[in-house]
Every structure is written in C-alpha cells, then in structure tokens.
C-alpha cells in the first residue's frame, strides 16, 4: 500500500508520514489551526468564501461541483441556522481515500469543516460517515475532544466570537446514503433515499435549513487554500480544476495505493506504467475504471500512447470522468462480462427502492447476467441489456441509476467481444477461447 | 388574482397559473399524462416516473407532477423518446408483478390494469423467474398482496399526512423493500384509505375479499351514515345484496376526497343485509307478552286506534314523538309534522347525545366548510375529539397545519392525538374546557379561568392574541358545550372578528344528521329525551320513537319504557328500546331510502336507495305518513322523498328554494343558509359560566394520558357490531400468530381473538 504524492508537494498528504499524525500536537505543530486562526481573526466570511472561489477547488465526492460557487449559494439573510456537513460515507466502488485522511490526519478535517461553518454562518457540523467505518468515528471523536479541550471546538473558538460544534454520526450501510440528499434524510433519522431537488440543500438541507454538503477531501483541502490563498492552489492544477487530487489505486499494478497528483497530471499511462510500478506478472493493460464504479470503463487502447490529462476536463476528452477517483485498473485475465456482472449486482443491492427505472431495473439486469452467466445468454440479450440501461438512464429519480447504467452500457460497447462469448449456445462458447 | 402565464403544451399556448404543477395543467387542458404516485395534496413522490414529459432547454425527461409552470415553458408530452420511458416504465413495474388480475379483487378498477392498456408491449421480453412474496394480512381489515405492489407509496403518505398515523411504511430497500407495517401488523385506525388509495391490487379491503368482480357491482353514491362530517360513498351491490362501501374517486368525489375512516368504509354496508334485521312489523298484545308478528295493516291501525284513545284520554300533550339524528331529513320532518299537525303535542324530540339550539340561535358567524377547514390559517378547537368521533375534520386539521402551514390551537382536558399538530396545546383540568370560552369572552376572567384550568394566564393571553391578531380564515371548532357556553362561542366573532378576518364555526356533534334533526325543529320542543323518560307514565303515556334512546338517555332510568301505556318503535334491529315497544315497525336503512342528511358543515346531502327495503320494512317517513292518515290525517302532499324535501323548502327557511335536482352533484355540495344572529348581551351567560366554573376542583389532577386509537372508533353499536371484524378491533386488535393464513378470515373471528386472550392470560397466570 503507497501513500504518496507524485508531480507536487503533498498537499494533503503532508502530514502522513510522521509519528502520531493524528494527534493535535503534531498536527498544531505542522501548522495546523493556524488557517483557521487566519480566516477568524484576518478575514470576513465572505472573504473565505472569495478565496475557495479563486482557489478553483471542484468537490471531490463526484459531482466535481465548484466548492466556492456551491457555498455562495447558502441564503446569507435566512433565519434559519446553517449546517455544514462532511460526507465521510465514501461508498463508490474501489474508492478509499477519505479513510486515510481521517485516519491520518484528522484535525485537517475538523480544521476545514470549522473554516466552512465560519464562513457559511453556521455553529453545527456534523461528520456523516459510512457504518462500516465506526473505527473512524472513533479516531474522530477522539480528535474532536482533543480539539474541544484546546479551545478549537464548542464555544468561542480560539477566543473569538465564533463558536461552533462538531458532531459524527454513523450511517447503517447504504451506498445511496453518500447522496447528499439521502444522507441528510439518514441523519435526521428518516430512512435513507434522496429527496427532491429542488430544493438543493443550499437552500434547504438538513431540518429544511441550509446545509452544504461536502466531501472529506473537499473540506480538508480548505486550510491549505486559506492559509497559501486560492490562487496558489489554483496554480497547482488547472484553470477549471485548481489544486490536487487523490486517486484511490486498485487492481492489477504493482503498487496499489492512494497518490496525490495536481490536477492535469499527464498523463495515465505513465501514472499506471511508471508511478504504479506497471501491470505485474507480464500481464498486459486491458481496461480502467478510472473513477470510482459509476464511470464509463476504458480501453487499454484509449489509454496507451493517447495522453490523456488526468483532470476533470481530460477524462471526459478521453471517454470517461474523473467521478470519486476510484482508479481500477485490470489486466489482460479480467472478463469484462464477469466484473460488469460484479457491479451491476453492487448496483441492485444498493439501489434504496424509491423509483421504478432503479429498482426494478437493476433487479431485472441482474437477472439477465446471471442468466447469461449460467449459459443462458442469448444473441438478443446484448440489444435487452442496453435498452434496459437505456431505460434507466435519464430517467431515474437520483443519479444511482445513471451510475448502475454507464459501467454497462460502456462495457458492452468497449468489450464487445467479452460479451459476445457468453451470448453464443453453450457448445459454442466452449470453442471460443475464454480470456487471453 | 394570481399571475398569469404562458406555456405552450404539445404545440398549443395556454395562459394559466403561475405556480401550477405541470401535470395538472396538461391534463385539464385535454393532453393526457399517465401517472401512479402523483396524489393531489400529499407530499409530491415523484418516485414512479410514469409522467415523464420533455421540456425545452431541460437535458432529460422531466417529472410533470414535480414541475411548476414558468412563463415561456414549451413542453411536449407525446413523442417517441415520451412512449418508450412509458413503456419501459410500465414493462419495469410488471416485471416482477404476478399478473394474477384474473383473482385480483381491484382487477377491472385498477390503475395498474389501466395504464397497462394504454402503454404496455405486446410481449413480456421478461424471461427470469419473478421475486415472490406470499399474501398476508395486516389486519382484520386489510389484506396484502406485497407481490403486485409499485412502490408508488400513496399509502404511506395518506397515513402520515391524512391520518397522523404513520402506521404503514416501507420496510427493506431496492428491490426487496416491502410496504408493511411495524411488527406485520397494523395497531392504527384502521380507516383503510391506504387501500382506497392503493392504485394497484395490493391492498384490499379484507372484508370483502373474493366476494364479488367490479363490474358485477351496480353503484349508488350515497352519504355515510355515522358522524357527522357526512362522507360522501359509493354503496356498491350486487342484486339485493350490498357488497361494500369505497370512496374511490372514479365512483364517488364528495367533500372527503378518497377518505374514510373505519366505520364509513367498513361497517356501512354490512348491517343492511343482516340476518337480525326486522323482517316483519310485530305487535305485543299485552304488556310482558311476546311480540307477535303481523301484517302492516294490523299494525298501522293497531298504532292508530291506541294513539286516538290516548289522545282522547290524556290529551295530545300525553303523546311524546322522538325523531333520530340517524335519519333522513325526510323521516325527521315527517315525524315533526305528525307531531304538530296529527296529534298536536309539543312533546317532541330526538335522540341525540346533546342540542346545539343554543350555538345555532346566536350563531354570529357562518358554518365552515371541510374545505375551509383544510385552507384556513388559523383554526381554535375547544374539547371534542375528532380523530376518533369526526375523523375528517380531524384529517382536514391536520392537512391544515402539514400542508397549508395553519396555525392549529387546541383547549382541551385531554392530550388528544391531534396535539401533536397543535401549534399550542392548553392543557386544562378535566372538565374546565369551558372556563377557557370564559375567559376568551371576557378580559377580567382571565386569571380566574386559567386558576381553575390549571394554565398561565399567559397561554390564554397568547389564545386570545391569536385571534385578534389572525389573518385570513379563523376557524373555531367545539364539542359537546353547556348551554351558556354554547352561546358564547357563537357570539365570539363579535368580540374579535374584523375585516382582516373571516371567523368560520365547526361544531362537532356525533350523529350523521345532528344538524339536521336540529334544522327540521325537532329539538327544539318542550321536552328533551331524557326528560321525556322522567315523565313516562306520568305526563307522558305514549311515545312514538323512530330509531332508539341511546345508552346515556336510559342509564338509571331503566324502568321507564315500561311504564308507557303505548311504545311505538320504528327500528332496524331489536335494542333496548324495543324490549318494551307495544309495536315494532321494522323500518328501512339508509341504503334503501331516498333523502338527505345536514352535516356538521351545513351541508346537505343526499341519501339514495342502492337497493330496495329490505324484507317488509318501509322507509320510516312512509311509516309515519301511514299511521297519520290512519288517524284521518293527510299531509297535503304526495307522498314521495322528494315531495316531503320540497315541504322542508317551504317550510324550514335555512332551506329555502332547495330541491333535489341541485343537490344532485356530490362534488358541489350546497349549504344551507343557516341564519346568522346579531350581536347579543352575553352578560347574563358569562356570569353563568363564571359561577359553574367556581365549583371546579382546583387541585384535581389533569389527565396525561393520550387515548389509544381506536377508544372511540372500536366501540361497538348496534350498526357496527354486525361486522364480525369490529368485534375483532374491539378486543383489541391482538396480532395473530399466523398473518399468512390461506384462511384468515377463518382465523380473524372473534373466537380465534378470544381463544389467544385466553391462552395469554394462561400463560401469564403461571
Ligand atoms: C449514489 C451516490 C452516492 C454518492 N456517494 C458519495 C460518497 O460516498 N461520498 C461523497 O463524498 N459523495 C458522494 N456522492 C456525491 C454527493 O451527493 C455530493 O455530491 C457530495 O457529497 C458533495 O460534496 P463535494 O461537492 O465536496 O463533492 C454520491 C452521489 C450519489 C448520487
Ligand atoms: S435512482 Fe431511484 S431507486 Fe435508485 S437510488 Fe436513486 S432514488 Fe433510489
Ligand atoms: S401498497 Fe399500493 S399504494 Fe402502497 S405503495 Fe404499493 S401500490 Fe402504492
Ligand atoms: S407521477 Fe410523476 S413520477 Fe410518479
């Protein structure tokens, strides 16, 4: 397992490598609480909200949303409280990086939902993290107090007018509670499917109060921008796509881990040939799922000798999205029809129930491959496949069931040839010689 | 006037609403757009995705039960792209749907059904076994078959938003989730809208499960005939047989929508066919004897002959005629006229639980309407408790403080379960209820009544700021009052009404036609029920009683039907008023007679015959017309139900110019014109009530306890007694050990609820 940052300074890893990284000492010792100083002492909260705009920071939890456009959305003159809330659910497949950095450095966390409250205006925070992280609530719980104890958490922070508390709460186990929605629904204690939108939780979230929903790598990324200022983060990356990213590396390289790359790191081949210590076993690339399970997965082909720019913007260009940064990679032994079978069953078992296309879709599609992986498939199957997803896809209540149906529709259309195998009778599929 | 704008549906423009949601604005204007979980006035679902629609510059499909019109919205509803999501909708929700509509009970009035027609292939492509969930029950009511469920949760909404209940939920997720209740079995109301609602065949009504086809049902849209909200119903029969009560909109749209509670949509039918119904009029020759059947003539002369020799020997005055607030204006007013214009007695009556002549004669103020329940701001409710004795209004309350965002304040000695939407809840002694009117009335007995209710006289403060500083609709309901305190609320409006808002009242009677027994006169005469009872075999030496004396009128005075030289009965059943009758006329029910009943709203509505008396009962106006004209009386009219409701038009001036014909469509009830009273000298009343109210305990003990469901809907009278299944709710509503039951109808008897409580009580004796 690597943790390190490649093409930059760490960023977020910085503090990853050192004794006791968790602890309040050693993170007060590395600068740590000293953005937040900075942003309640020496800035208006409209002065926060400015730099996270010219930071360029896109949310990391998928949607890659603009972190400083999403905040100025929250009704300055409502009377309503404001909640900040940290998505710490991480549910997508073959993502793991937001358990690292609670982990390792949780004051980083806690430091960036406290510059969030001040400057959204509000004095709650919660942490929402996924059931089977309770370990990680521990470790946060226990840097809370630490935090609580040194004047960083509750009442009058750090001697100012500011005061603010820090909460986490638990999921049960849903991937759909990592829905912003779903998972201010599950935190009120309501069962957990997303709501209407809108209204977006800007405006009315968790008790119908404005709320901004944000990913753990998103907020953590929040004191390093208050403390060097939004353009020196936004020189790290791109243009559109300011700062660093963490990609969460699984599968079939040398060195799985998670890696911090600026943002626009080029490019994918050498991040997997070079950085990941390459295909092992003289296995060759067949496809990555460069963004988490609910991304269109790619060819090897469009990935060698193809500089594909590993941002927002680069991926799309190259057929794919930068999603969660989930990056899986697969060699040449992996049967597409196999893995997309995986997923889809990961999709029915999460799909919370509340629309028809999602619920009875995945069901149906998870019928269907097990069928055909049974020996069952039929030539029209691939056509049944895709018009199902076709179904599903644009009309669903909540991106869950665009999610379930991208993985499919690319495989089949990228893979063809992995599909067609399981769709001939059974005696021909015997002739047709299985994975390279 | 709301603003105006211009959206253009499928190629046509149309100006409307600003703010309209899409999909009620393409459907009036005649472009049909299919939907399952879209309900007016619940929480919006959006969950089925049948009404997807395309709408310029939006990237995909868009729900049209969730979008509000803009000006400029340019939408198409009927495209190829449009039929697919329907088709591909509709092919999702069949895929794991049993397709057993040729046992369904909802099969021929089934949405699912329905749309199935409309947007479903020709061919299944579904080839995998389906998901399989067994048939169960969650009640003695409500019967489940999980399987052919969509998900579109109206019966949860209902439950939460309408009844308060939230007793039916979704349980599990994905594919897997299941409507269902907690512990398998529901300990609610039991009101059954959540079957109404039910678009699909998964929730049906477990008392006429397997009982008869849709189709072969003829339908007559009646009123119901237990409180006094007047529900609108379809009696649904088949020949002669009355099968089942529903308020499904494609039948029936009256002032309660789809609702009903558990009386209304359960027990309405299953009394009229009863195997104790009175079959033939009876006579008991001599007192303590038996009652001799005999044919209709022997019994009209017999009634005629004792009522003309009493008359002659003790004065028409000996002769008392109580009326019913369980029959039709018609029958009422027929028994006032036999009263007055026949035998010529001021003894007349009915018997209902308490008068409202003291609130309807210094009524400052209009009645409100349900509807105006649902949109008022602000809505005062003194005692009574609705969801158990007026569930309608209770659902109307409710829906005014969840949906309409209403100001809902509620005085009472008891924590009802309407206190949860109470946005102040005054919580007073037992018993003091009426020292908050006091106080409301009268500015210096405010700290007197808040001493005696047990409050700060700053929550009274805060009641009366309420309603001097409400905008908008006040409405002000209340239960059972005194006299004075009747005449009080009714003068509120003068002491705090001004043009900044209209005061509305809701009085909260028990019976079905409470208001209009008042209306027809009947209680305003000499004697009062009890009263009547007192002087039996003194002054009064004959009754002549259409229906019985309820339970309260005959406590402690047990002997008194025996002391009457005549008791004339009309009735459906043998009760305790018939114990003692000379003559039992067995009359007809509501579903066999034409007529009206008045509601709590003023509304008058009508009663109509699904099907024809039954056995030899006669409807109780005819009866009473019968034994006049033996006497040599003639009415001077033609003796139909519509000829006695013109008499009523003439005669009763609330009713004025009304005639049948336009009361014909249920969904524009009319209301009468009750008259509305001038400023009166309340003095003399609040010094009643002040004096009243000092003999109350100020150390008594204020009740804390919520009632349980059921504690007044579950008791059992003489209609709903003959449903085996209340007997079921009655005892408890113990949850069986075995919900699947292939017998459960079997196995839901009161025996098997008995048998259980028995061994429980074994058990625990150990
Ligand atoms: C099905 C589904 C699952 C999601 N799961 C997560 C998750 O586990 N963690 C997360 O941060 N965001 C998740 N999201 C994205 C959130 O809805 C939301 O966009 C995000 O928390 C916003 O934070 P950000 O702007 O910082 O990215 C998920 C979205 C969907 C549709
Ligand atoms: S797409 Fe529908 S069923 Fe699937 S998770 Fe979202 S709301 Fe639930
Ligand atoms: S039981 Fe009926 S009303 Fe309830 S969700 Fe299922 S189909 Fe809809
Ligand atoms: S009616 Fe619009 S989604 Fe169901």
Known sequence: MRIEAIGCEPLLLARFNLENSRSLETYRRHGGYEALRKALTTMSPDDVINEVKKSALRGRGGAGFPTGTKWSFVPKDSPKPKYVVCNADESEPGTFKDRYLMERDPHMLIEGMLIAAYALGARTAYCYTRGEYKYLIDIMDQAIEEARAAGLVGERILGTDFSCEVYTHTGAGAYICGEETALLNSLEGLRGHPRMKPPFPAVAGLYGCPTVVNNVETLCAVPWIIMHGGDAYRSLGTEKSGGTKLWSVSGHVKYPGVYELPMGYDDMEKFIMED???????????????????????????????????????????????????????????????????????????????????????????????????????????????????????????????????????????FPEDFKRHLLPLAEQERVPAVA | MAELVKVTINGEVYEVEKGRLLIDVCREKGHAVPSFCYYADLALQASCRM??????????????????????????????????????????????????????????????????????????????????????????????????????????????????????????????????????????????????????????????????????????VSTC???????????????????????????????????????????????????????????RYRKGGKLVPATWDQAIEFVAQRLSAIKEEHGPQAIGIVGSPRLTNEANYTLLRFARDVIGTEHYTATDAFSLVPFFENMGAPLATHRDI???????????????????????????????????????????????????????????????????????????????????????????????????TVVIAFGELSPAAQKIVAQLPYIYADDRRRFLFHPLPLFNNSVGVHDMGLMSGAMTATEMLDAAGKGVRALYVAGSFLQQHLKGREEALSKLDLLVVQELFETATTEYADVVLPAASFAEVDGTFTNNAGQVQRVRQAIPPVHLSKPDWLIVASVAE???????????????????????????????????????????????????????????????????????????????VGHELFKLGTLTEKLPQ???LAAGNPKPENTLASSPLVQLTIDAAL????QEMALAGD
């Open chain 1, 276 to 414: 990941c210590g390459g295909i092992p076993n003289g296995r060759k690339l067949k496809a990555v799922i460069p963004g988490g399970s609910s991304v269109y997965i790619m060819r090897a082909e469009d990935i060698i000798g193809k500089d594909v720019r590993m941002d927002y913007e680069g991926l799309v260009a190259a057929g794919s999205m930068v999603g969660s940064g989930g990056f899986i990679v697969m060699d040449d032994t992996v049967d597409i029809f196999e893995s997309t079978k995986n997923l889809i069953e990961f999709y029915k078992h999460e799909s919370c129930g509340w629309c028809t296309p999602c619920r009875e879709g995945t069901d149906w599609l998870v019928k269907a491959f097990k069928r055909i992986a049974r020996g069952e498939g039929r030539p029209e199957d691939a056509q049944l496949l895709l018009d199902l997803c076709d179904n599903i896809e644009g009309k669903s209540f909540c991106p869950l069931g665009d999610a379930a149906a991208w993985p499919i529709q690319s495989a089949i259309k990228r």
């Open chain 2, 374 to 472: 649902r949109y008022a701001q602000t809505i005062l409710l003194i005692g009574g408790e609705p969801e158990e004795l007026q569930p309608l209004t209770g659902k109307q309350i409710r829906q005014a403080v969840r949906n309409g965002g209403a100001r809902f304040i509620l005085i009472n000695s008891v924590p009802i379960r309407l206190k949860k939407n109470a946005a102040q809840f005054v919580h007073v002694r037992p018993g003091t209820e009426e020292a908050a009117l006091l106080a409301l009335a009268d500015a210096d007995s405010v700290e007197f009544a808040a001493r005696k209710m047990g409050v700060e006289t700053s929550e009274i403060e805060q009641v009366r700021r309420a309603l001097s500083e409400a905008q908008g």
């Open chain 2, 51 to 220: 009404c997807l629609v395309r709408i310029e510059k939006m990237p995909k499909l868009q729900t049209s039960c969730t979008v509000t019109v803009t000006d400029g919205m340019v939408v198409t509803t009927e495209s190829e792209e449009i039929e697919k999501a329907r088709r591909g909708m509709l092919e999702f929700l069949l895929a794991n749907h049993p397709l057993d509509c040729p046992v369904c009970d909802r099969g021929g009035e089934c949405e699912l059904q329905e749309l199935t027609f409309d947007w479903g292939n020709l061919e299944e492509r579904f080839i995998e076994p389906k998901n399989y969930q067994p048939e169960r029950y969650l009640s003695p009511m409500v019967a489940n078959d999980p399987q052919r469920c969509i998900l579109c949760k109206r019966c949860t909404r209902v439950c939460d938003e309408w009844m308060g209940e939230e007793a039916i939920e979704a349980g599990g997720r994905g594919v897997a989730t299941i409507i269902s209740a907690y512990g398998d079995w529901l300990n609610c109301s039991q009101c059954g809208n959540c079957i109404e609602v039910c678009p699909t065949g998964t929730l049906l009504d477990a008392t006429y499960r397997h009982q008869a086809r849709p189709w072969e049902l003829v339908r007559t």
């Open chain 2, 755 to 758: 048998r259980r409580q028995r």
């Open chain 2, 630 to 708: 033996a006497m040599g009386a003639r009415f001077g009219i033609e003796l139909s139900a519509s000829a006695i409701f013109r008499d009523i038009a003439a005669n009763v001036p609330a009713y004025q110019g009304l005639r049948y014909p336009l009361l014909k469509d249920e969904s524009r009830p009319v209301q009468v014109k009750h008259e509305i009273a001038q400023r009166r000298d309340i003095s003399g009343e609040i010094e009643t009530l002040r004096a009243t109210i000092a003999q109350a305990d100020e150390t008594a003990a204020k009740i804390t306890e919520t009632p349980p």
């Open chain 2, 225 to 283: 005939t237990f409180c006094s909200d007047g529900c609108q119903l379809a009696l649904g029969a088949r020949g002669e047989e009355v099968l089942r009560t529903v308020a499904r909109d494609r039948y029936v749209n009256g002032i309660n929508g789809e609702f009903l509670c558990v009386k209304g949509r359960f027990a309405s039918h299953p009394f009229v066919n009863h195997e104790a119904r009175l079959r033939t009029p009876m006579i």
């Open chain 2, 726 to 728: 209340f007997h079921y």
